[in-house]
Every structure is written in C-alpha cells, then in structure tokens.
C-alpha cells in the first residue's frame, strides 16, 4: 500500500525529557500535527504546531488524524514505548501498517527493572491498568518474575492479594516504582506479605520476584 503522508508514533518515554531519544525529539520539533496526552502536549508541543488532545473519545482521535493525514504526516506521542500497550494497537486498528512509522521509546517498566539492576528478559511484563492478567501469567513457580502496570483498582495491595491466592511465598521480594524519571520518584521494596498493607502506588510499576 502506497501511503502519501504518515502516522509516525513516537515513545517518550517514562515522563521526563531526560529519557526521550534524540530521534523521538527531532521527529516531535519537526512536526506540524502533534497528537497526545494533555501531559505530553503541555511538555513536547510548540507554537504553531496543531494539536490534538488523546481523551475518551478514541474515535474522534482517529477521526483527526485521518483527516489530518489528508494533507500533511502526523505525530503520535505516547508514553514509554509504543509497543508496549500504548494508542499503538488502536491505529493498526484502523490504518494499514505500511503508512505508520515506530520510533521505540523507554517503557517505565524497562526503567523500572534497570532502578533494580534487574534483568528483565525472564520476566512476564503484564498491565493491569484497566485490565485483569490470566491466572497462568500470574500463578507461582520457582524463579518467576513479574513486571505488573498498576491502577487505581488494581494496585499494589490488591495485587498482592491476588499473587498469595496465586501460590506465591509471602516473603517474595517486590518493589514498587512511582512516579520513574521525576524528581519525586520512588522506589519502595517489601515483601509481597507487607505489600498487602501498602496505600497508594496506583499508578506505578510493580516488581514481583520469587
């Protein structure tokens, strides 16, 4: 398929400018449709540049870009990296592969396992963030490894309540990784046991080690 002008999402990373590639910010200065969260658009978008916020409204966001696309490329910007559940999956949705361009970014759970000095290629990288895991990605066995997005619903306390149901030790080690890249940036460790108890970390990257 011969696309005339392209989508072109771009991973910004964790939050902080610090953590997006050159490549990702030249794309983004270079960019006359900037589409994104409120957050990023406040922090990556300049004068001139026509904007886009991403809301509920997933379809009149496609609506845009389609439009948009009429006339000129479009960039994307979603957090951490594109492939890892981000708007990513609703334009492959909805446009062919062939017209859509990736630049990768850092996803916060890739962040949180380097805070930790922790490898991350044995680990089942899930998200619970508006969504439940299969019982098979979250049962117990010897040496699993977990990297879990949190929410509101499904924070840490829960989570942890669900692993000790799913077999899991309650001395297994967990961290809990807020708020990655900012100034006021936490990493916490307990055991899953203590975890059970802990308020907050809504939003945060969770890290289960047996």
């Known amino acids: 398929m011969e696309c ?5 999402v771009v991973g910004i990373g964790p939050g902080s400018p610090d953590y ?3 490549i990702a910010s030249r794309t983004i200065a270079g960019a006359r449709v900037l589409v994104g969260s409120k957050r990023a658009l406040d922090t990556f978008a300049s004068a001139g540049q026509i904007t886009k916020v991403i809301d509920k409204d997933i379809k009149s966001v496609l609506d845009f870009i389609e439009c948009q696309l009429a006339g000129q490329d479009v960039v ?3 957090s951490g990296d594109p492939g890892f559940y981000s708007m990513l999956a609703a334009l492959r949705n909805r446009f062919a592969a062939e017209c859509i361009t990736v630049v990768p970014g850092i996803s916060s759970a890739q962040l949180a396992f380097a805070r930790l000095a922790e490898v991350w290629q044995d ?5 619970m963030h508006g969504r439940k895991a299969a019982d098979d990605v979250l049962s117990y066995r010897p040496g699993h490894k977990l990297g879990i997005l949190t929410d509101t619903q499904h924070n840490p306390a829960h989570i942890a309540r669900v692993l000790l149901q799913q077999g899991w030790p309650e001395t297994a080690s ?4 807020a708020n990655l890249s900012y100034d006021n940036e936490v990493v916490a460790a307990m055991t899953l046991s203590e975890a059970t108890a802990i308020p907050g970390f809504e939003h945060s990257v969770m890290v289960v080690k047996a």
Do not use: D, F, G, K
């Open 4 to 8: 005339t002008y392209r989508i072109v």
């Open 20 to 22: 997006v590639l050159p």
């Open 76 to 78: 994307v910007l979603v």
């Open 123 to 127: 680990a089942a990288l899930i998200s």
């Open 174 to 177: 967990v961290w809990l990784c």
